[in-house]
């Protein structure tokens, strides 16, 4: 008998038949293996289900909507949980500015309820049509506008969770504040799958800006830009999201630009303003004559198709990027935002040494820099060097007093690295509470571990094709 014949046995229809090979894998294309696929439809079967796994020792990967970036929802055995069928809008209630999600409602449909409401949930983690709510849990995710309205976590005030050995569980809810326990939300929060199955979460949301100003501010260079930066944080003006894409960024991005790009230009600040139309504007000419002092050229649409088109083509430079050599290898490094500018150059001065084409962009206002190198996928050599170059890149957000990661979380793909930035005693705590939570070490294990690699331990590094 097999694992699959069991389950059905004890979930019906809930079990898929056979296991469909999207679920083997996320964006990260890493090869996985499962058993079974389980789709639950209601968050007490996740917690069933839990149970039945934890009684047999089974392991359990839970899957949103497979965007993440650091192979997270990639199985190594056992069953993939995949929340799909949880998609129920459980309350919401807009002159509270609150709202309750399964955890499979996906990040766009969040995004248009609450807006149909004159009402905006911030966050906006690229992905936004397949990613889940949940998954966006679970990995805390950012994105642009994390710069003024914060990441996911921020918005989270309740979670209810399906714990080890598969009880559910609430803390928080409709209440915005709560210091009573140990904030065990927080704890959920960028757990990545190895704590506990987020099944709903209660939401804040906030009414929506009347007017939002985009404007992409050229720069001769990456001084140049990182100075602009600078002086807008030092002017203490409120901007929603301050992005910095280099020169390679750039070239790569200018052939479909909406706009024009200036000749001369190797360096692009993206900013926004907004609010009211009269404080939109207002924080609009600020961010102007701070990061415009010394521009090549600026170009700034007014009206919502030119803003839409500016963060599309913002939202699509990944793929142009992966489509200069057919791969790329994607790190989310983060740095103190006034050593940003070393952070980039770094990041070019290792792709030399390494002899790859490398280029960053990113959330620059909260130093969060996602550091790329090109490569092609067949070319073994060239992987190798990237792998290097990951290694030595990693070094560099350490030496910075920075993070391996600000937005993707550790997944399988830093496994090993979190010693680089903790001392012993964080990294025993941090297993301590995987321990707590799952004793077993079925939930997702193998992701966002704190111990180091042993030695001759290696992690392949993902290519994005
Ligand atoms: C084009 C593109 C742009 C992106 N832009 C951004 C960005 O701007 N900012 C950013 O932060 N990220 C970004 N990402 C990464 C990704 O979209 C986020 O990490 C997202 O939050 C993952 O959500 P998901 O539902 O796809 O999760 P998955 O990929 O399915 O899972 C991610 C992790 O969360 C766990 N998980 C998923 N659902 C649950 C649950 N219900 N309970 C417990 N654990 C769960 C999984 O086990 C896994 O460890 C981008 C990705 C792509 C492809």
């Given amino acids: 008998m097999t694992l699959e014949h069991d ?9 898929e038949e056979g296991v469909p090979a999207h679920y083997l894998s996320d964006i990260s294309r890493l090869p996985g293996r499962a058993e079974a696929v389980v789709l639950p439809e209601s968050a007490e079967q996740v917690a069933e289900v839990l149970a039945w796994c934890y009684e047999r020792d089974v392991s359990i990967v839970p899957r949103g909507g ?9 199985p190594a055995g056992g069953i993939v949980l995949a929340m799909d069928r949880l998609t129920r809008i459980r309350s919401f209630e807009p002159e509270l500015w609150r709202i309750q999600v399964e955890a499979g409602v996906t990040t766009w449909t969040l995004q248009r309820v609450a807006r149909e409401s004159g009402l905006m949930f911030a966050p906006d983690p690229g992905a936004l049509e397949q990613s889940q709510i949940g998954g966006n849990i679970a990995t805390n995710a950012g994105g642009p506008h994390a710069f003024k309205y914060g990441v996911v976590g921020d918005w989270v005030t309740g979670l209810e969770a399906a714990v080890p050995p598969g009880e559910l569980i609430r803390v928080g809810g409709a209440i915005r504040k709560d210091v009573a326990g140990y904030d065990l939300k927080r704890l959920l929060v960028g757990s990545e799958g190895t704590l506990g199955i987020i099944t709903a979460a209660w939401l804040k949301l906030l009414p929506a800006p009347d007017v939002v100003l985009p404007m992409a501010i050229f720069h001769r260079g990456l001084r140049e830009g990182c100075d602009a930066l600078l002086r807008v944080l030092g002017s203490g003006i409120l901007a929603t999201a301050l992005e910095l894409l280099d ?19 190797r360096l692009l600040l993206m900013a926004e303003a907004d609010g009211s139309q009269a404080e939109a504007e207002r924080v609009q000419t600020e961010l102007l004559e701070a990061a415009g002092d010394g521009a090549l050229g600026v170009y700034a649409p007014r009206d919502r198709a ?5 963060w599309r083509w913002r939202g699509g430079l990944g793929f142009a990027i992966i489509a200069r050599r057919g791969g790329a290898v994607a ?3 983060v740095v103190p935002v006034d050593r940003v500018y070393e952070a980039m150059e770094g990041t070019a001065e290792i792709g030399r040494r390494h002899d790859l084409v490398a280029l960053c962009f990113g959330h620059a206002g909260d130093g969060n820099i996602h550091s790329t190198f090109l490569v092609s996928p067949d070319a073994d050599d060239e992987l190798r060097r990237a792998e290097a170059a990951v290694d030595d890149l990693f070094g560099l957000a350490v030496r910075l007093g920075g993070s391996i990661s600000g937005e993707h979380g550790l ?4 496994a090993g690295q979190l010693a680089r930035q903790w001392g012993a ?9 995987k321990r707590i939570f799952d004793p077993k070490n079925l939930l997702n294990p193998g992701k966002k571990l704190a111990s180091p690699l042993a030695p001759g331990e290696r992690i392949p590094v993902a290519t994005r094709s």
Avoid: C, N, Q, W
């Fill in 7 to 15: 389950l059905r046995a004890a979930f019906g229809s809930a079990v």
């Fill in 66 to 74: 497979g965007t993440g970036l650091a192979g997270g929802a990639v």
């Fill in 247 to 265: 020169e390679e960024t750039l070239v790569t991005g200018a052939p479909t630009f909406p706009g024009g790009v200036p000749d001369g230009a």
């Fill in 306 to 310: 030119g803003t839409e088109a500016l």
């Fill in 331 to 333: 790190e989310d490094i």
């Fill in 411 to 414: 997944g399988v793909l830093k």
């Fill in 425 to 433: 005693r964080p990294l025993a705590l941090h297993s301590e509470i």
